[in-house]
């Protein structure tokens, strides 16, 4: 009996990338559902998934909801072990790995947000430590090809969402990427030549529009 997958799930989520990258890595059959108002129109089927949270992305797998991006992808990688593993089997570099991965949940998605939803001075210091965590990633990150070293994994599905966002930081935060986190980018750009990435991310464009319609909604033009 085939395994029944579903994402739900709404287009420009970061999290969600997450959980549609790694499906796509291991090349599991899904159902993508899309959630088109997780603002004030929330489908009766989320909130019976997701009754904690009440968010996307839920990855419901023969009609058991799994929560949280984090652990989807882990969830993914232990259910579907045959190919691309994300994790490395070395305790040590594993929970390197989950280090890193909580502090991209913690640090840089918090703070990202804060760059379009804040002005003035509260602006600047956001930019300021926004940039200071992406340095941080990237001299993690140092000559290797991706996080893991020579094998896209763990950290690089749990980060390369923010790579179409970038524009849009650039934009509200007025600065460039390219100028100030120019290994970064290049790891992005690597990540993007994947079909599981390219096909996961949309576009940067589209991105900075959903942030202009937010940010009207919210009254932070």
């Excluded at 970038?166 to 390219?178: I, Q, R, T, V």
């Amino acid at each position: 009996m085939a395994d029944e997958v579903i994402l739900l799930n709404f287009w420009p989520s970061i999290f969600g990338m997450r959980t549609t990258i790694a499906l796509e890595e291991k090349g599991v059959k899904y159902e993508y559902r899309e959630e088109e108002d997780v603002i004030n129109n929330k489908t009766r089927l989320l909130l019976e998934m997701n009754p904690v949270h009440k968010k996307i992305p839920v990855l419901i797998h023969n009609g058991k909801p799994v929560c949280e991006s984090i652990v989807q992808v882990q969830y993914i990688d232990e259910i579907w072990p045959e190919k691309n593993p994300f994790l490395p089997k070395d305790p040590y570099q594993r929970a390197q790995a989950l280090f890193w991965a909580d502090f991209i949940e913690k640090k840089v998605c918090v703070c990202g947000r804060r760059v379009w939803t804040t002005k003035g001075e509260e602006l600047e210091a956001a930019n300021k430590e926004f940039l200071e965590l992406l340095k941080i990633l990237q001299s993690e990150l140092g000559d290797k090809p991706y996080f893991g070293g020579d094998k896209f994994g763990f950290v690089d599905i749990v980060l390369i969402g923010f790579f179409c966002w970038f524009p849009a930081y650039e934009k509200f935060g007025n600065y460039s990427m390219e100028s100030e986190c120019s290994k970064l980018m290049a790891w992005g750009k690597r990540c993007m030549q994947r079909d599981s990435v390219a096909n996961s991310l949309p576009d940067p464009e589209r991105v900075i529009g959903y942030v202009l319609h937010l940010k009207k909604l919210f009254g932070l033009e």
